[in-house]
């Protein structure tokens, strides 16, 4: 009959042959060259992307606050006849991000609409300047494209 205490034994004699021999170990420096502080981006077209993914926060976060704002989108959703909402994403997941990325490129004709009548919008100064601050670019909206097609890939393999 075998005890307890022959099973623990073997298992340990097993154990610790296979961690004497380190050299087959795979040692995973998932931490290497990630970055924590934006200020140390060196890659143009990181910052850039950083930069397009951020006004898109700013952006939803802004019309979620401001009940002008969010009146507006809504009206002209209506007019549209889209039932989507912006969305705003989890900095760390990447499905959330994805979603950020397609409801404002879902939104695009609005935004755009917005930005082009936002003097008529009785927006205090400050307002409208943070909300200028979030518009995005030709090349911004590129990237979001782009951006969108990459995490697409990862959408349909999940």
Known sequence: MIDDDDLSSGEDDAMSDDSSDTSDVVNDNW???VLEDLTSITCIEQYTINQAIKKCRDFVKAVSKSSILSNFINKEKGKDKLSNSLMIDCKSRWSSTHRLVQSILFHKSIIGRLYA????LNLTRKQLIKLTGYELNR????ILDCVQEVLNSFF???
């Open 31 to 33: 931490e290497e060259g």
């Open 117 to 120: 009548e936002k003097y008529e």
């Open 139 to 142: 090349d911004e909206w590129i």
């Open 156 to 158: 349909e393999a999940t």
